[in-house]
Every structure is written in C-alpha cells, then in structure tokens.
C-alpha cells in the first residue's frame, strides 16, 4: 500500500444531546472517509451480526547454508515476516476466534486542558497496544503502534493533507503512521469531563491503523477508487471502513471497560455519543459514515462480542452499513 493520501480517516466528534456541532467538510482528496458529527437522539438500533471466512498468507523461508568444513545441512525454513493481506471480506482478521485480552488502562483524570488531553491519550495508547497486538499477531499480520501527534491551533497538517477544527477533531494518517489529536478540534467546551467520548474517539482512529496493519484499509480504498467515491457502492464502502472502526473501537471496551480507570460510565458516555453522530444528524455533507442508529449498534456489537469476525462489515447485508 502506497503512501497516499486516501488513508486519511478523519474524525469530527459528535456533540451530545442537543449540543450545537462543529460544521463539516469533505477533504481536499474526495476519497477521504470523514467521521461526522451529529445531533440528538437516534432510534434504538437492531444489532448486526457476521460471519468470519476467508484464509491466512505466507511466504517460504530462507535455507541456511552450511558452514565450511561441516558435513551439508539445512535448518527449518526462517519464519516470514507478516505483511498486510490486502483484503476486505476474507481478510485473514477475521479468520478464526480472535478477541482482544482484558487490558487494564491507568489514565489521568480528565481535565480540558491541552497538557492533561496529552497525558490522557499518551497513556491509553500503551493499553490499545496491549488489546491489539496479540489479535494481529495471532493472524499472522503485522503489528506496531501508531505514533500520536497534538498540533496546535485550528489549522492542521499532516502527511495526507490539511485540516482545520471546523472539518475535523482527530484522524489518522496511514502515510505517517499517526494519529493526529489536535486540542482545539476535540471540542472539549461542549463535552466537559465526559472521557468515555475523548477515549471513544482515540479508540475508533486506533481502529483505522488496525486496518491499516491487516491490510484491509488499503483493499477498501482501492475498491472505491474503482467505483467512484462519491457513487452509492463509494459511499457504501466508506461506510464499511468507518462502522468497522467503530466496531472495533466497541471491541476494545469490552477489552478495558470495568477495569483500572476505564469505568461502565465511561462506556455509556461512548455508546450515547455514538448514536448522536450519524449521516442522519442534518449536518453530514454526504452518506459515508453510516446512520447513528447503526454508528451506535456496531460499537454495541463490538462490546458485546468481542470478535474480529463479528466485526466484518464486509460481510453485513447493505442495510446494516446503511
């Protein structure tokens, strides 16, 4: 996967209830997927389900040659090194039980300031680590942790483009390999002490560098590069990779919710959240993140099944992705 700019996943975190939201703005790269924002309540979503398939790939080994002077021998091939599978539906991900460990995560109290924001994500970032790299280990796929970067100001750049506070809270960037956490844009006057929404947000984007690492974001962008991203297969596509991140980002508070600083309130402030930011909120420029009925029902069905496969969005009918 080439370092292009349509592994930028942006992020513009969804207000509560009630509460006003920043505008949004497709980036400069039409293909980019942004999370949105959104607006009040939604209605209580069904909750989906899939299948794992598909199969893991490797590569041949090496033959070490012999010493001089000692009679011909060979070793047992040289373990490969994982690569990304570039796949979507069968991605060796979601082949097989793969869930993530209970982490337990030791986290600042929240305060809204730049210096505590910091603090908070550079210690939940060592507890996804630890959730994760075992399942991508466990796949045969490769693992390293992202870097985490906290611009200043309301405009922003990163290795795959610009942004500013109006477009975005957060995003990840495949082409350098980081999280992007700018504190102006997290919009923490309208949230307050409310971390289950700051560490939600972290969680999602860690769900795109997953992605990324399995070989599932490169294989997504390709596909709606050949349709087209703004036709209805480009847009159902964009909205695979933003629910699935949203799944995962559920997996990972089954993973850590309940335990050290991570309480259950925590968790219901991210669930709640979630139903707020959906296509559907009034604001969303275009369909591409999903509905908050079905933003809310994936980070359900990652915190309730703990699974991979169960977050293969790949396989759900279109009326779950819709």
């Given at each position: 996967?080439?370092?292009?700019?349509?592994?930028?996943?942006?992020?513009?975190?969804a207000?509560?209830?009630?509460?006003?939201t920043?505008?949004?703005?497709q980036?400069?790269?039409?293909?980019?997927?942004?999370?949105?924002p959104?607006?009040?309540?939604?209605?209580v979503?069904?909750e989906?389900?899939?299948?794992?398939?598909?199969?893991?790939?490797g590569?041949?080994?090496?033959?070490?040659?012999?010493?001089?002077?000692?009679?011909s021998?060979?070793?047992d091939p040289?373990?490969a090194?994982?690569?990304?599978?570039p796949?979507?539906a069968?991605?060796?991900?979601?082949?097989?039980d793969?869930?993530?460990?209970?982490?337990?995560?030791?986290l600042?109290?929240?305060?809204?300031?730049?210096?505590?924001?910091?603090?908070?994500?550079e210690?939940?970032?060592?507890?996804?680590?630890?959730?994760?790299e075992?399942?991508?280990?466990?796949?045969?796929?490769?693992?390293?942790?992202?870097?985490l970067a906290?611009?200043?100001?309301?405009?922003?750049?990163?290795?795959?483009?610009?942004?500013?506070?109006?477009?975005?809270?957060?995003?990840y960037?495949?082409?350098?390999?980081?999280?992007?956490?700018p504190?102006?844009?997290?919009?923490?006057?309208?949230y307050?002490?409310?971390?289950?929404?700051?560490?939600?947000?972290?969680?999602?984007?860690?769900?795109?560098h997953?992605q990324?690492?399995?070989?599932?974001?490169?294989?997504?962008?390709?596909?709606?590069?050949?349709?087209?991203?703004?036709?209805?297969?480009?847009?159902?596509?964009?909205?695979?990779?933003e629910?699935?991140?949203?799944?995962?980002?559920?997996?990972?508070?089954?993973?850590a919710?309940?335990?050290?600083s991570?309480?259950?309130?925590?968790?219901?402030?991210?669930?709640?959240?979630?139903a707020?930011?959906?296509?559907?909120?009034?604001?969303?420029a275009?369909?591409?993140?999903?509905?908050?009925?079905?933003?809310?029902?994936?980070?359900?069905?990652?915190?309730?099944?703990?699974?991979?496969?169960e977050?293969?969005?790949?396989?759900?009918?279109?009326?779950?992705?819709?």
């Amino acid at each position: 996967m080439g370092l292009c700019a349509v592994v930028l996943i942006g992020a513009a975190l969804a207000g509560l209830a009630g509460l006003a939201t920043a505008a949004h703005h497709q980036a400069a790269d039409p293909g980019r997927p942004i999370f949105r924002p959104t607006a009040e309540t939604s209605p209580v979503p069904q909750e989906p389900s899939s299948a794992p398939s598909g199969s893991a790939s490797g590569a041949p080994g090496a033959v070490a040659r012999p010493s001089r002077g000692t009679p011909s021998a060979t070793t047992d091939p040289a373990p490969a090194e994982p690569t990304p599978v570039p796949a979507t539906a069968d991605n060796p991900l979601f082949v097989g039980d793969h869930e993530l460990p209970a982490v337990t995560c030791v986290l600042p109290r929240w305060r809204s300031d730049p210096a505590t924001a910091r603090a908070f994500f550079e210690a939940a970032l060592p507890c996804l680590n630890r959730a994760w790299e075992p399942v991508l280990r466990a796949a045969n796929l490769p693992f390293n942790e992202p870097k985490l970067a906290f611009p200043t100001g309301r405009e922003w750049h990163s290795a795959c483009g610009s942004g500013t506070a109006e477009e975005w809270a957060a995003f990840y960037c495949g082409a350098d390999d980081t999280v992007y956490l700018p504190f102006d844009g997290l919009q923490t006057e309208q949230y307050g002490a409310r971390p289950g929404i700051y560490l939600s947000v972290l969680a999602h984007e860690y769900g795109h560098h997953v992605q990324r690492l399995a070989g599932v974001l490169g294989a997504a962008h390709d596909q709606r590069d050949d349709a087209g991203p703004d036709t209805v297969e480009g847009l159902r596509i964009s909205r695979r990779i933003e629910l699935q991140a949203d799944c995962f980002a559920g997996m990972f508070w089954a993973a850590a919710a309940g335990r050290g600083s991570v309480s259950r309130t925590m968790l219901d402030e991210a669930v709640r959240d979630g139903a707020a930011r959906g296509d559907d909120n009034g604001i969303a420029a275009s369909a591409d993140h999903g509905s908050g009925a079905h933003v809310q029902s994936w980070i359900l069905q990652g915190a309730r099944r703990n699974r991979t496969a169960e977050c293969n969005t790949w396989k759900a009918p279109d009326g779950w992705v819709s």
